[in-house]
């Protein structure tokens, strides 16, 4: 089985390759600048590939003919100052963080299509809670909130167009993770969180079409 997994070199993406490694599949971890963990995991199943979601390149000749899972985790939270509050958020914070968060991984699908549905393949996009309307009861955030928002409305277009190929999609909310994004101020770990979302991924069948999943099963409002 192949998987292809964007922002594969730390954090949940570093999980999300040790998992499927340890399950025997064949990943190829795609990084943006450096590799030093991927490298330092030295199996023949690992396959690195340099690509940076935000730009507009094609990097399919160092990919699979076929992909059984495609894992969208690319991400940046964006600028920090003032918390992406109302008076200090720029036009440019927003368009950055849009670009990775959004576009990115319409960009790596456009890319994989055919090799997706050759495999009849599944589609797991990583947003975030914080991209719910329903559940944002504390404003600021613009730039992140935005772009995972935006994530979630692009997912499910992707669902309804790739249902007829027989690829599923599906759209994941890691929880509150220990990662850098989050200064390790997270309730949970990678591990649990990594857990759960492929537990999901391996049941998609049984969400709704384009569902936004939760890494402990439950169904995102947004």
Not at 34 to 47: G, Q, T, Y
Not at 67 to 77: E, F, P, R, S, T
Not at 94 to 108: I, S, T
Request: proline share 3%; aromatic share 8%.
């Amino acid at each position: 089985m192949n998987v292809v997994i964007t922002g594969a070199n730390r954090g949940l993406g570093l999980g999300f390759v040790q998992h499927y490694l340890a399950n025997g599949w064949q990943v190829w971890a795609c990084y943006r600048s450096e590799c030093e963990a991927l490298m330092k995991l030295d199996s023949e199943a690992l396959h690195l590939v340099e690509w940076d979601v935000s730009q507009d390149q094609d990097p399919c000749g160092l990919l699979p003919d076929t992909i059984d899972l495609l894992i969208n985790n690319a991400g940046i939270y964006g600028s920090t100052k003032g918390g992406q509050s109302l008076d200090l958020i720029a036009p440019d914070d927003m368009l950055e963080v849009f670009n990775v968060n959004c576009v990115g991984p319409l960009r790596v699908v456009k890319y994989l299509k055919d090799r997706l549905i050759a495999a009849q393949g599944v589609i797991a996009n990583v947003s975030s809670k914080m991209g719910s309307s329903s559940d944002n009861s504390s404003g600021g955030t613009y730039a992140y909130r935005a772009s995972k928002a935006a994530l979630v409305i692009v997912s499910k277009s992707m669902a309804v167009d790739f249902q007829a190929y027989g690829v599923r999609v599906i759209t994941l909310h890691p929880g509150w993770v220990s990662t850098d994004m989050t200064h390790h101020s997270g309730l949970i770990d990678i591990e649990t969180s990594v857990a759960g979302m492929t537990q999901v991924i391996e049941h998609v069948e049984d969400y709704e079409l384009g569902q936004f999943i939760a890494f402990d099963g439950a169904v995102v409002p947004y």
